[in-house]
Each structure stands twice: as structure tokens, then as C-alpha cells.
């Protein structure tokens, strides 16, 4: 999924879509994530929650050039440009769906999608 992520980047930067416009969201968290976890996806740095706080309590980011956050944690944000990866699911649940809304909905003008083989025919069995 990394491989097509970052065909993902630069499809929109071939659009015409500058590298600031673009945010990726991972289906995963910290811990699982590998998106969240590496310093660059292809030939970008990645700008990410380092997962410490301030003193006053704000979050620390590294110092990267591509915004890479968790579907969650970018909840009521949005972004010109979103890819959604490392959607990886065997069962499309009812957290998986909310998963799916909460990532399609931040994206303002165009979505790319990477998903897992098993969670393309889940989606493509609830369509029926």
C-alpha cells in the first residue's frame, strides 16, 4: 500500500496540486500505522504527530513537507487534496464505515483511495 500512496502524492502533485494541499490519512493508528511512524513516504518528509506534548499541552510535530495524520485525529479538519490509505479491513463493520465517512468528508476538491485487496471486495460486496 505504500507503493500506491505514493503514486497517490504524485498523481495530485501532476494535477497541479501543491505538496501543502495534500494530506494523507491512515486507517491505523500509531502503533500499527506505518504511514504515522516513517520519517518519508517516497521522496517526502513527513509532517506528523510526533505523539509528545508541550508543556502547555500542544501537540509536537515533526518537521516535515507531506501531512500524514490518522483518520481520527484529523476529525473536523479538512484538506484541498486527501489520500486515504492503509485501509486494510477483512469485515466492512460499523466502525469501518464511520472510518470510511469521517476520511471521505475531509477531503475538498479530490479523494484518492488505497486500500487493501480484501477491503476493496468488502466495499464491493456491500454495494452488491
Given at each position: ?14 494535477q ?44 509536537v ?40 465517512f ?8 479530490n ?12 466495499i ?5
Open positions: 500500500m505504500i507503493i500506491q500512496t505514493v503514486q497517490a502524492v504524485e498523481n495530485l502533485l501532476a497541479g496540486y501543491a505538496l501543502s494541499d495534500i494530506v494523507i490519512l491512515t486507517g491505523h493508528g500509531r502503533g500499527k500505522s506505518i504511514l504515522l511512524n516513517a520519517d518519508h513516504i517516497g521522496r517526502f518528509t513527513t509532517r506528523r504527530f510526533t505523539g509528545a506534548y508541550t508543556r502547555n499541552g500542544d501537540p510535530w515533526s518537521d516535515g513537507e507531506l501531512m500524514v495524520e490518522s483518520i481520527y485525529r484529523f476529525k473536523g479538519q479538512s484538506a484541498p487534496a486527501v489520500i486515504l490509505s492503509e485501509l486494510d479491513f477483512t469485515e466492512l463493520t460499523a466502525q469501518e464505515c464511520r472510518k470510511l469521517v476520511g471521505m468528508t475531509r477531503a475538498q476538491l479523494l484518492q483511495i488505497v486500500l487493501s485487496v480484501q477491503a476493496e471486495a468488502c464491493a460486496n456491500a454495494m452488491g
